[in-house]
């Protein structure tokens, strides 16, 4: 039996279109080997919301270098709304200091600025994977 | 008593796969995914509730267009009322395990549609197009009442056939420019398909490509199969009515083989890959001392080859316990439906 791979979402919402940093990314996390499910950006957030749920995935990373993550409040929203508390968000790009409060207090979990190293990207989003799926397994219905 | 509240919740969960929830759906695919006991026993319990889903496979050199032209023809699909699950197949790296998943790139307009159901699917280490688990994710998207499934594979080369065993239709992309014409009468994929596209029809050359194709066909002629060429612009969404129509006509000749002998052939897709597997397993769990002791033996000359392969076959198979577990081996209750999978 092999361990179950952590499936992650790299993503982008909004109207931005620059995807350099998040196809980066995608490639930090397969090569720490995880399963990225990539997306070209100007996702809304119900694409977001039935992509989590179809893919069955741990993590969501959304790349934010422009405003977008003004929207990423709505989104915490709508993935509790859809049961999907579990599932841990990264936000990486450019974040003003000032507003990363908001993020927090929205429910994301890390946020990675310019500068953040590759090592502290994929050793906090695996943490943050598998402590999600945890509390997935041993809370409802598919406890053992 | 205590057990009983948590019994109930497990039925439940595996009810509401069956009653089509899409994130149950999502999670029983991980699971199988992942194999492992919970993972057997899920199997076996589906396999009553499948036969009913019809499986189109798209496959194809990488970069043909598979997904773009399965996104067209979803849409085309939607436009008539059909319901559609899509299982795409990614490769994994061969060195870290990880995967970039990116067929749905091409798909994202039915990201938020309800009537449509998109699992992305590494390879994990099987070659031949898909993966090892997916003839159970079929049974599992099948049980949960999806009538179609596209499966996308690997961007296949020539030898990707397995597809064959596990789909009722096989639609094989070409794209333009890619080959001379001996390329097309090589053996290979070519020959399983059942719908024959070459796509970006708007591309220079692919009159040739069609040609092509048309001669190989001439070639087997033999073989009395009426294998349509389409040519598809899925960019343009030029050609998807009559590649719809196509495949909906092969689909109703699928039909004529009955369930019994679909399910059939489905799992004996299914044993055929399981048992691929375990031995590709039991040989990565070799000792060096026990590879040693034969290498030796054949350096020397003591063994042929071939008795050196039974020999190691047999020391792999007799040193390490199989993997199922006792409840999937020697079940003590002979229906699966009772059968405990946390699901």
Same mark, same amino acid.
């Given at each position: 039996?092999?361990?179950?791979?952590?499936?992650?979402?790299?993503?982008?919402?909004?109207?931005?279109?620059?995807?350099?940093?998040?196809?980066?990314?995608?490639?930090?996390?397969?090569?720490?080997? %995880?399963?990225?499910?990539? !997306?070209? $950006?100007?996702?809304?957030?119900?694409?977001?919301?039935? &992509?989590?749920?179809?893919?069955?995935?741990?993590?969501?990373?959304?790349?934010?270098?422009?405003?977008?993550?003004?929207?990423?409040?709505?989104? %915490?929203?709508?993935?509790? #709304?859809?049961?999907?508390?579990?599932?841990?968000?990264?936000?990486?790009?450019?974040?003003?200091?000032?507003?990363?409060?908001?993020?927090?207090?929205?429910?994301?979990?890390?946020?990675?600025? $310019?500068?953040?190293?590759?090592?502290?990207?994929?050793?906090?989003? #695996?943490? =943050?994977?598998?402590?999600?799926?945890?509390?997935? /397994?041993?809370?409802?219905?598919?406890?053992? | 008593?205590? !057990?009983?509240?948590?019994?109930?919740?497990?039925?439940?969960?595996?009810?509401?796969?069956?009653?089509?929830?899409?994130?149950?759906?999502?999670?029983?695919?991980?699971?199988?995914?992942?194999?492992?006991?919970?993972?057997?026993?899920?199997?076996?319990? /589906?396999?009553?509730?499948?036969?009913?889903?019809?499986?189109?496979?798209?496959?194809?050199? $990488?970069?043909?267009?598979?997904?773009?032209?399965?996104? #067209?023809?979803?849409?085309?699909?939607?436009?008539?009322?059909?319901?559609?699950?899509?299982?795409?197949?990614? +490769?994994?790296?061969?060195?870290?395990?990880?995967?970039?998943?990116?067929?749905?790139?091409?798909?994202?307009?039915?990201?938020?549609?309800?009537?449509?159901?998109?699992?992305?699917?590494?390879?994990?280490?099987?070659?031949?197009? &898909?993966?090892?688990?997916?003839?159970?994710? &079929?049974?599992?998207?099948?049980?949960?009442?999806?009538?179609?499934?596209?499966?996308? @594979?690997?961007?296949?080369?020539?030898?990707?056939?397995?597809?064959?065993?596990?789909?009722?239709?096989?639609?094989?992309?070409?794209?333009?420019?890619?080959?001379?014409?001996?390329?097309?009468?090589?053996?290979?994929?070519?020959?399983?398909?059942?719908?024959?596209?070459?796509?970006?029809?708007?591309?220079?050359?692919?009159?040739?490509?069609?040609?092509?194709?048309?001669?190989?066909?001439?070639?087997?002629?033999?073989?009395?199969?009426?294998? +349509?060429?389409?040519? !598809?612009?899925?960019?343009?969404?030029?050609?998807?009515?009559?590649?719809?129509?196509?495949?909906?006509?092969?689909?109703?000749?699928?039909?004529?083989?009955?369930?019994?002998?679909?399910?059939?052939?489905?799992?004996?897709? =299914?044993?055929?890959?399981?048992?691929?597997?375990?031995?590709?397993?039991?040989?990565?769990?070799?000792?060096?001392?026990?590879?040693?002791?034969?290498?030796?033996?054949?350096?020397?000359?003591?063994?042929?080859?071939?008795?050196? @392969?039974?020999?190691?076959?047999?020391?792999?198979?007799?040193?390490? +316990?199989?993997?199922?577990?006792?409840?999937?081996?020697? $079940?003590?209750?002979?229906?699966?439906?009772?059968?405990?999978?946390?699901?």
């Amino acid at each position: 039996m092999q361990a179950e791979q952590l499936r992650v979402l790299v993503t982008k919402i909004g109207f931005d279109g620059h995807d350099r940093g998040s196809r980066v990314v995608a490639a930090y996390l397969r090569d720490a080997g %995880m399963e990225v499910i990539y !997306t070209p $950006p100007w996702q809304q957030v119900g694409a977001v919301v039935s &992509l989590a749920i179809q893919e069955d995935v741990d993590v969501i990373g959304i790349s934010s270098l422009a405003t977008d993550h003004l929207i990423i409040p709505d989104l %915490m929203e709508a993935l509790r #709304a859809a049961d999907l508390g579990h599932v841990g968000v990264v936000v990486g790009g450019i974040v003003p200091e000032i507003e990363c409060q908001a993020l927090r207090d929205a429910g994301v979990a890390l946020i990675f600025g $310019p500068g953040a190293s590759r090592e502290d990207i994929v050793s906090q989003v #695996a943490k =943050l994977g598998t402590d999600g799926r945890k509390t997935k /397994l041993t809370s409802g219905e598919f406890a053992v | 008593m205590l !057990t009983e509240p948590a019994t109930k919740a497990k039925e439940s969960a595996f009810q509401r796969l069956l009653d089509g929830d899409v994130a149950v759906l999502a999670r029983a695919i991980s699971l199988l995914e992942t194999g492992g006991t919970d993972s057997e026993v899920l199997t076996n319990r /589906l396999r009553n509730h499948t036969g009913s889903a019809r499986v189109v496979a798209f496959t194809g050199p $990488p970069g043909a267009g598979k997904s773009t032209l399965i996104n #067209a023809y979803v849409a085309e699909l939607r436009r008539r009322g059909h319901r559609v699950a899509v299982l795409a197949v990614d +490769p994994s790296s061969p060195l870290t395990g990880g995967a970039v998943l990116g067929d749905r790139t091409r798909m994202g307009e039915h990201s938020a549609d309800a009537g449509v159901f998109i699992r992305s699917v590494a390879s994990r280490g099987h070659l031949g197009g &898909l993966a090892s688990s997916i003839p159970a994710i &079929l049974d599992a998207v099948d049980a949960a009442g999806w009538q179609i499934i596209v499966l996308e @594979t690997v961007g296949a080369g020539q030898s990707e056939t397995e597809i064959a065993e596990i789909a009722d239709v096989n639609v094989v992309l070409n794209a333009p420019g890619l080959g001379d014409d001996v390329q097309a009468i090589k053996a290979g994929i070519l020959e399983i398909a059942d719908i024959l596209v070459v796509n970006k029809c708007d591309l220079p050359h692919a009159d040739r490509t069609v040609r092509q194709l048309q001669s190989m066909l001439q070639l087997r002629k033999a073989e009395r199969r009426n294998i +349509p060429i389409l040519s !598809t612009s899925a960019d343009r969404a030029e050609g998807i009515c009559e590649l719809s129509d196509a495949i909906s006509a092969r689909i109703e000749d699928a039909k004529k083989v009955s369930q019994e002998q679909y399910r059939r052939r489905r799992l004996k897709g =299914l044993l055929c890959r399981r048992a691929e597997a375990i031995v590709r397993n039991r040989l990565s769990s070799l000792s060096e001392a026990d590879a040693d002791r034969i290498l030796e033996q054949v350096s020397q000359g003591k063994l042929s080859i071939e008795t050196a @392969t039974e020999a190691l076959i047999a020391t792999v198979f007799s040193a390490v +316990p199989s993997p199922y577990p006792q409840q999937v081996l020697n $079940p003590k209750d002979d229906d699966p439906d009772n059968w405990d999978c946390g699901f």
